[in-house]
């Protein structure tokens, strides 16, 4: 019984959360490493792209529920998140055309790249606070649990009990279909394989007649939807705060160098990784280890290596870690 108490323990405040946190991180990376892949530069604005297509997805969101049109148990941010792509896209393609594109016709160095990427992710975060204010948001309003810690426990006579949220099955469901299209897109399609091309030898590929401005502009695209689902999905599962999204940006980057930059499947390895790191790292995991262990052998302390708040220090170290002694990644992407 104890075991078992363990096992729901670990579930509870390790595997489930970590699993929805790494889908997140997951699909924040693909965005980072599709841009990487495609325009050779590491987007910075990244994280503010998330942020600001969150905000708009929460400001539809109100539109519709002041509307009273909703999904039932589902939350309306997911009728919303169409839209919110949709207008974000708008925003990120401007960007491109009045910042970006200047840049590539004059064959700027990658870092310079990187460095106007900074300049749009200020004036994205000024923005984002412009529209929706500096406040913590809670937009979930669709069936808070699937399971319920109560229910649970009366239901098998544990003593612990496992609580799963909607937020983070739909997390987990939104990421698995959106990640089918992707691969399905870059390997099926003839618009998906010109990208791959593109990405793979720029010089070939123009050789070929493949248009780069269109491969552009579907980068861009691919980025930002996944930037918007991303967000959305975090935002969904905690709450919507703009600040947490450039914090956010160090373990999407760190997942996706981790992983191989320009590598979508590294991209998500690395998103699952970080996140598993993070939080099994920053658990404390005396709980876990009373119901594991003998009785008289348990132990005094919390069994946390570091507190929550340092959270992504974890990341930061994984990071650096990739970077001296493999800067491919672990699924050889392009090199840093």
Same mark, same amino acid.
């Given at each position: 019984?104890?075991?078992?108490?363990?096992?729901?323990?670990?579930?509870?405040?390790?595997?489930?959360?970590?699993?929805?946190?790494?889908?997140?991180?997951?699909?924040?990376?693909?965005?980072?490493?599709?841009?990487?892949?495609?325009?050779?530069?590491?987007?910075?604005?990244?994280?503010?792209?998330?942020?600001?297509?969150?905000?708009?997805?929460?400001?539809?969101?109100?539109?519709?529920?002041?509307?009273?049109?909703?999904?039932?148990?589902?939350?309306?941010?997911?009728?919303? #998140?169409?839209?919110?792509?949709?207008?974000?896209?708008?925003?990120?393609?401007?960007?491109?055309?009045?910042?970006?594109?200047?840049?590539?016709?004059?064959?700027?160095?990658?870092?310079?790249?990187?460095?106007?990427?900074?300049?749009?992710?200020?004036?994205?975060?000024?923005?984002?606070?412009?529209?929706?204010?500096?406040?913590?948001?809670?937009?979930?309003?669709?069936?808070?649990?699937?399971?319920?810690?109560?229910?649970?426990?009366?239901?098998?006579?544990?003593?612990?009990?496992?609580?799963?949220?909607?937020?983070?099955?739909?997390?987990?469901?939104?990421?698995?279909?959106?990640?089918?299209? #992707?691969?399905?897109?870059?390997?099926?399609?003839?618009?998906?394989?010109?990208?791959?091309?593109?990405? @793979?030898?720029? @010089?070939?590929?123009?050789?070929?007649?493949?248009?780069?401005?269109?491969?552009?502009?579907?980068?861009?695209?691919?980025?930002?939807?996944?930037?918007?689902?991303?967000?959305?999905?975090?935002?969904? @599962?905690?709450?919507?705060?703009?600040?947490?999204?450039?914090?956010?940006?160090?373990?999407?980057?760190?997942?996706?160098?981790?992983?191989?930059?320009?590598?979508?499947?590294?991209?998500?390895?690395?998103?699952?990784?970080?996140?598993?790191?993070?939080?099994?790292?920053?658990?404390?995991?005396?709980?876990?280890?009373?119901?594991?262990?003998?009785?008289?052998?348990?132990? @005094?302390? #919390?069994?946390?290596?570091?507190?929550?708040?340092?959270?992504?220090?974890?990341?930061?170290?994984?990071?650096?870690?990739?970077? #001296?002694?493999?800067?491919?990644?672990?699924?050889?992407?392009?090199?840093?």
């Amino acid at each position: 019984m104890d075991l078992l108490n363990a096992i729901v323990a670990l579930a509870n405040f390790v595997l489930i959360p970590a699993t929805a946190y790494g889908a997140q991180l997951a699909l924040g990376a693909l965005g980072v490493t599709i841009i990487y892949g495609i325009l050779r530069f590491s987007n910075f604005a990244h994280g503010d792209t998330m942020a600001f297509g969150t905000a708009t997805v929460i400001l539809v969101t109100w539109g519709f529920q002041a509307m009273g049109i909703g999904l039932g148990p589902l939350p309306t941010a997911l009728l919303a #998140l169409p839209v919110g792509i949709a207008l974000t896209s708008l925003l990120v393609l401007g960007t491109d055309r009045a910042v970006y594109r200047f840049y590539r016709k004059q064959k700027a160095a990658p870092v310079i790249l990187v460095i106007v990427s900074m300049g749009v992710m200020f004036i994205m975060n000024g923005l984002t606070r412009f529209l929706i204010g500096v406040d913590e948001i809670n937009f979930d309003d669709g069936t808070r649990f699937l399971i319920n810690a109560r229910d649970f426990k009366e239901a098998t006579g544990l003593a612990e009990g496992l609580a799963l949220r909607s937020t983070q099955v739909i997390t987990l469901v939104t990421a698995v279909l959106v990640v089918a299209l #992707l691969f399905w897109f870059l390997n099926r399609t003839r618009t998906g394989k010109s990208m791959r091309a593109f990405s @793979d030898n720029e @010089d070939l590929a123009l050789l070929s007649g493949i248009n780069p401005e269109r491969v552009v502009v579907y980068a861009w695209l691919i980025a930002t939807a996944l930037a918007t689902i991303a967000g959305t999905l975090y935002g969904l @599962d905690k709450t919507f705060k703009v600040f947490n999204y450039f914090q956010l940006l160090l373990p999407i980057f760190a997942a996706a160098i981790v992983g191989g930059l320009g590598n979508p499947v590294g991209a998500i390895a690395g998103g699952f990784l970080i996140a598993f790191s993070e939080v099994g790292v920053t658990y404390a995991w005396k709980k876990v280890a009373v119901y594991a262990m003998p009785a008289g052998f348990e132990p @005094d302390g #919390l069994l946390q290596l570091l507190s929550t708040e340092y959270k992504f220090a974890v990341s930061f170290v994984i990071l650096i870690a990739v970077l #001296l002694f493999k800067p491919t990644g672990l699924f050889k992407g392009k090199s840093v």
